[in-house]
């Protein structure tokens, strides 16, 4: 069963003074990175492909260098666009995403509207997986973040664009998709519960 497996960063240390693709992974976001890239869940994965933004990239290096893999970076993987407003408190940040779930075809403040970013991360999924197909691939696994994340996953499953569909706070989650049987095999879990499941 060839598998897409789709991992959000872990926690960032957060620095309003720093653009939000350049926000690095905190110590406890390594450290869950490294328990994910130890797991032998992650065997059969044969194609690591990553946002090109640093905490994604950080993530995916950890996993690779631990697996023997390279990873490949692709911009179009990137987060949602949210450049408009730049840094908000957690408060703003919130009713922001609010907003952008909730009227997926407007742009909220200038952000990325939620149907482009969908748009976006399909397309950057599909050529992921042509070119890891190319080579053989065994399970393909995409380090991304957690709103085109959420998009990627509605999509696959069939679900509408809407907020209950987010991953739970903090990052570091997994979802995993069927690719031959096209169908998503779990929503949202934690790397620690993904690691103690059957593989």
Not at 5 to 32: F, K, M, N, Q
Request: proline residues 7%; neutral net charge; aromatic residues 6%.
């Amino acid at each position: 069963m060839a598998r897409l497996i789709y991992l959000t960063h872990p926690e960032v240390a957060i620095d309003p003074a720093v653009p939000v693709p350049e926000w690095r992974l905190s110590g406890r976001g390594g450290a869950r990175a490294e328990r994910l890239a130890a797991s032998p869940r992650l065997a059969s994965v044969t194609h690591i492909f990553a946002s090109a933004e640093t905490k994604a990239r950080e993530a995916a290096a950890i996993i690779a260098a631990a697996r023997g893999l390279e990873v490949r970076l692709r911009t179009a993987m990137g987060e949602i666009d949210r450049s408009a407003t730049g840094f908000l408190p957690p408060p703003a940040f919130e009713r922001a995403a609010d907003a952008f779930f909730d009227a997926p075809a407007d742009s909220h403040r200038g952000w990325e509207r939620a149907v482009d970013a969908q748009a976006r991360i399909l397309a950057a999924t599909d050529a992921a997986l042509a070119e890891a197909d190319g080579e053989g691939a065994g399970h393909v696994l995409l380090v991304g973040h957690g709103a085109v994340g959420t998009l990627l996953m509605c999509a696959l499953a069939g679900l509408p664009i809407a907020r209950r569909h987010d991953q739970p706070a903090g990052g570091g989650n997994i979802f995993s998709y069927d690719r031959a049987a096209r169908r998503l095999l779990h929503r949202w879990v934690p790397i620690e519960s993904w690691i103690g499941q059957d593989p």
